[in-house]
């Protein structure tokens, strides 16, 4: 069984600051996705990062994956209350998406 | 908005009682995935349908049952239902067959409570 685990599993910044949240596994991914879901709405697609050691920016998030795709992390610089959501990654491989359980970031204004 | 349309919202019911959770998926899509999203287990996929016949099978109990329909709409049947089958059914669907580097388009969810 493939499994993802995030790290940290809750954080709670105040607005403007950064923050890493990291998506790790044991096992060899063929992508990795990142989905952010807001209360009372279902996960909305952020990134898919394919390559490994592959960095992606959108606006003020950067994805990169790692080297041996078995690893992920989300970078949020000068973090907005907007941010505020359960961010959860996702392996691609010989099965339907995997989900890690999240990290749940809350910024304070 | 998605395009995934998941009825009912919300389903009060009492355990060993039977419900079923319907989904439409977005125009052109022709897999549906159910996931079951709890605070403590995450979001665990449970089955995939592709344009009618069952792709991909995980962490589904005996007591649930799926099926996709010729217009491409899927229900999930969920029966002799426990206190711990609480938990937001989510409803999702891609174009492709595999979900790959695919996206996946979630629908709201239905949040079901048993008692």
């Known amino acids: 069984t493939q499994l993802l685990e995030q790290s940290p599993q809750f954080l709670s910044i105040q607005e403007g600051e950064n923050l890493t949240v990291y998506c790790n596994s044991s096992?060899?991914?063929?992508?990795l996705q990142w989905y952010r879901q807001e209360p009372g709405e279902g996960p909305v697609l952020l990134v898919t990062?394919?390559?490994?050691?592959e960095v992606k920016k959108l606006k003020r998030l950067t994805f990169q994956f790692g080297d041996a795709r078995k690893d992920s992390s989300l970078h949020i610089t000068a973090a907005q209350p907007g941010d505020t959501g359960l961010y959860l990654c996702?392996?691609?491989?010989?099965?339907?998406?995997?989900f890690g359980k999240g990290t749940r970031l809350s910024v304070i204004a | 908005d998605s395009g995934v349309t998941q009825t009912p919202k919300h389903l009060i019911t009492a355990t060993g009682q039977r419900v079923t959770l319907r989904c439409s998926p977005r125009?052109?899509?022709?897999?549906v995935y159910w996931y079951q999203q709890s605070l403590d287990q995450g979001l665990q996929f449970l089955i995939q349908?592709?344009?009618?016949?069952?792709?991909a099978k995980g962490n589904i109990l005996e007591r649930f049952s799926a099926q996709q329909f010729p217009d491409l709409h899927s229900e999930l049947n969920l029966s002799s239902l426990e206190l711990g089958d609480s938990a937001l059914y989510f409803c999702?669907?891609?174009?492709?067959?595999?979900?790959?580097?695919?996206?996946?388009?979630f629908g709201e969810g239905s949040r079901l409570t048993v008692l």
């Open positions: 996702a392996g691609a491989g010989n099965t339907p998406l995997v």
């Open positions: 999702a669907s891609s174009v492709g067959g595999t979900s790959g580097t695919g996206e996946l388009f």
């Open positions: 096992s060899v991914f063929s992508s």
């Open positions: 990062v394919v390559t490994g050691g």
């Open positions: 349908y592709y344009n009618g016949e069952e792709r």
């Open positions: 125009s052109g899509d022709l897999s």
